[in-house]
């Protein structure tokens, strides 16, 4: 693993730096260190898709996940001038206020395996999203009023839309996989709950 020590100084996006760095290297990045304070900061809480964003002075509790070539995971959480601790999925919009140190552990060539139980019923469906795109919004809700188990894959910069492009050949979205066989987008998905083949 190789390792890099960055200082963001005031004013600095931290999702969109750490995406850009990503691009620079090219390696899966790992956060392992984060300290520094914000002057604003924007997270999504889980199961809702409505960011949460605050403007005040925040000290970082801990900043963690990873940037990959085909998808990211950043968490952050925060703490104000009472204590009261926050937080959530990082979204860009989350601004430095004077300083942050971020120690970054970096992998080339990573590849995840998923491990599971035999009792596992794994995921059938890939669905491949972009932010606040409403077709992707709601090809989700589609996907969670059925209970439907599936795994979603945000694009959130050139690199990931060219992978999944040359899969597909199609430049909408959302771009739906099932048993690894791509089937469309929102209409083709919503076809098939009328028919009842979901």
Request: proline residues 5%; contains cysteine.
């Given at each position: 693993m190789e390792h890099y020590f960055y200082n963001f100084s005031q004013g600095v996006d931290i999702y969109n730096s750490l995406i850009e760095l990503h691009r620079r290297h090219n390696h899966t990045f790992f956060l392992i260190s984060a300290v520094g304070d914000l002057s604003r900061v924007s997270f999504k809480c889980p199961l809702n898709d409505k960011p949460v964003i605050f403007e005040k002075k925040l000290e970082i509790i801990t900043l963690s996940g990873y940037v990959g070539s085909s998808e990211s995971h950043l968490h952050i959480s925060v703490s104000d001038e009472n204590c009261s601790v926050f937080g959530g999925h990082l979204l860009s919009g989350t601004i430095v206020l004077k300083s942050l140190d971020v120690l970054i552990g970096g992998i080339s060539?990573?590849?995840?395996?998923?491990?599971?139980?035999?009792?596992?019923?794994?995921?059938?469906?890939?669905?491949?999203?972009?932010?606040?795109?409403?077709?992707?919004?709601?090809?989700?809700?589609?996907?969670?009023?059925?209970?439907?188990?599936?795994?979603?894959?945000?694009?959130?910069?050139?690199?990931?839309?060219?992978?999944?492009?040359?899969?597909?050949?199609?430049?909408?979205?959302?771009?739906?996989?099932?048993?690894?066989?791509?089937?469309?987008?929102?209409?083709?998905?919503?076809?098939?709950?009328l028919r009842g083949d979901l």
């Open positions: 060539d990573l590849g995840k395996t998923s491990i599971s139980s035999s009792k596992y019923n794994p995921a059938r469906v890939d669905i491949y999203v972009l932010p606040d795109c409403p077709w992707s919004k709601r090809a989700l809700k589609l996907l969670d009023s059925s209970n439907i188990k599936y795994n979603s894959y945000v694009i959130t910069n050139d690199e990931q839309y060219k992978n999944i492009n040359n899969k597909t050949s199609i430049s909408t979205f959302p771009q739906i996989f099932i048993d690894n066989k791509f089937i469309g987008g929102y209409s083709e998905l919503s076809n098939m709950s």
